[in-house]
């Protein structure tokens, strides 16, 4: 049984093309979210790994789109910040794929993240080099 209905142009939809315009318009708010909302919010948010946890999660936001995003954050991340970055990304691996705490996030999932995290560079003081071994670390767990 097909359901029609009228826009307001007054033109005939069925229930199929009424459920993919809203599949559709919530991928758009989705990525308007991540880009104009999520993105533009301060570091104490942007690293806080339970709420990235829980937005990707939840599907909130598109983790493809959060992938690609994280990881362009992350390279850009002035050298003042590489603690909190590191700590972000150790915290989320480890929690995501590592432990595998959420089934929905997988190594497959975040290749920019991954990428991202190679490409840290690290000072040779010690509380770098102990930061470098923690990254380390955690890309060696990822990669079994």
């Known amino acids: ?15 199929l093309e009424i459920i993919q315009m809203v599949i559709k318009r919530i991928d758009e708010f989705k990525k308007r979210l991540l880009n104009d909302v999520f993105l533009k919010m301060e570091e104490i948010y942007l690293f806080n790994v339970e709420l990235n946890i829980t ?12 992938d ?6 992350i390279r850009s991340a002035p050298g003042s910040s ?8 150790v915290n989320f691996a ?3 794929v590592v432990q595998r705490q959420v089934q929905t996030i997988t190594y497959e999932h975040i ?16 509380q770098s080099l102990s ?5 380390d670390e955690c890309l060696s767990q990822l990669k079994q």
Do not use: H
């Open 94 to 96: 480890s929690f995501t």
């Open 55 to 66: 937005l990707l999660s939840q599907n909130i936001l598109p983790i493809a789109d959060w």
């Open 1 to 15: 049984m097909c359901f029609e209905s009228y826009d307001s142009r007054g033109v005939i939809q069925t229930n």
């Open 82 to 89: 590489i603690d909190k970055v590191v700590s972000f990304c």
């Open 111 to 126: 290749p920019c993240l991954v990428a991202a995290m190679e490409s840290l560079s690290f000072d040779s003081d010690s």
């Open 68 to 73: 690609k995003a994280i990881g362009q954050l």
């Open 131 to 135: 930061l470098k071994q923690q990254m």
